[in-house]
Every structure is written in structure tokens, then in C-alpha cells.
């Protein structure tokens, strides 16, 4: 989003530009350090998939591939504004490049962003499938969506599987 909606395509670039300026597309409502020390991410519940999300994110940030691995399906697939998709080992060798990123560095880099760019966050569970919705707070989660991303609950674990991502900026 001018959020962070387009991290799964645009991110490697961004974060190659500019780590130190970090301009990730991942929108997120959820306080980094507080959901650190609160959410489980092995419940299938709202704050068990968003705290899947929110991994995720620093993941990518710091280049921990084998989060990533573990947490993207195979099958997983990121489709951005302009129809590209984007699969799973394109995400993966793209955080690759930010290995050894200082964790305490990126999740700090994370929360200025997410305070500077407020977005609101929508999920829906149903049976073993979460659907969490990324949107912007002025316009609301039924008019505002800015990007969506798919999971499945898995042997006591929550995966990607698809993420899809809007024009609308924030």
C-alpha cells in the first residue's frame, strides 16, 4: 500500500534502495513489540495468524529464509497491482539478500513505518482458512482494501498461500 501491500514484489528493491529508510508495503495495525511478547503464532486464531503476518514481515526484513520456508507454501503466490505474480522462491531469494539485517534494527524500522502510515487490519477465520485484509482507516475494510493475504492452518501452524494486492494508496 503505499503501506506496506506490495512487500511480496516490490520489497527487494525497496529494502536494496534503502534499508535505513525503510519504505516496506506491509500494512499492519498490530504494535511490533507488544505482539512479540503476547501473540502465539501456533493458535488458529486472529492474533495467532497476525502474529504469523507480523513475523513475516520481519522476516523478510532481516532475511530469515528459513522462517520464509517454513511459513510460505509451496504453492504460495503474490499477485501484484499489475497482474504479476509473484512465487514463492522469488520472496525467499529476495529476503536472502537482507541476511543477517539486525533484527532489533528492522522491527524499529517496522513500527516508525507502521506509525507514519496508520492502516487498519480485517481478518476472517473460517474452518482452517484465515483471509487477512490490509485497508485504509479513512475509507474503511469495505471500501478501502489495499492488499489481502490468504493462510492455512496446518499441523498446529499457519501458512501463506496467496497474497493479493490493490492500486489503492494510502
Known amino acids: ?21 525503510f519504505a516496506v508495503f ?12 503476547m ?4 493458535q488458529p486464531t486472529e492474533a495467532g495468524v497476525m502474529a504469523v ?3 513475516w514481515s520481519i ?10 520456508n517454513q511459513m510460505l507454501l509451496p504453492e504460495y503466490r503474490s499477485v501484484n ?8 522462491d522469488a520472496i525467499v531469494a529476495g529476503a536472502a539478500k537482507r541476511k543477517g539485517t539486525d533484527p532489533a534494527k528492522a522491527k524499529l524500522q517496522f513500527a516508525t513505518y507502521q506509525k507514519e502510515h496508520p492502516y487498519g487490519s480485517a481478518v476472517v ?13 479513512t475509507l474503511g475494510p469495505q471500501k478501502g482494501i489495499k492488499s489481502s493475504d490468504i493462510f492455512v492452518y496446518v499441523d ?13 494508496r494510502g
Request: aromatic fraction near 10%; glycine fraction near 8%.
Open 1 to 21: 500500500m503505499a503501506i506496506f501491500a506490495y512487500r511480496r514484489s516490490l520489497f527487494g528493491a525497496i529494502a536494496a534502495a534503502a534499508l535505513l529508510t
Open 26 to 37: 506491509h500494512p499492519q495495525a498490530i504494535d511490533v513489540h507488544a505482539q512479540d511478547a
Open 39 to 42: 501473540a502465539d503464532e501456533t
Open 53 to 55: 503476518d507480523n513475523h
Open 59 to 68: 522476516a523478510e526484513l532481516t532475511g530469515d529464509t528459513d522462517y520464509l
Open 81 to 88: 497491482t499489475d497482474g504479476t505474480a509473484h512465487p514463492k
Open 125 to 137: 477465520i473460517q474452518g482452517n482458512t484465515a483471509v487477512v485484509s490490509f485497508y485504509d482507516p
Open 156 to 168: 498446529g501452524h499457519w501458512h501463506a498461500m496467496y497474497s493479493q494486492h490493490t492500486g489503492l
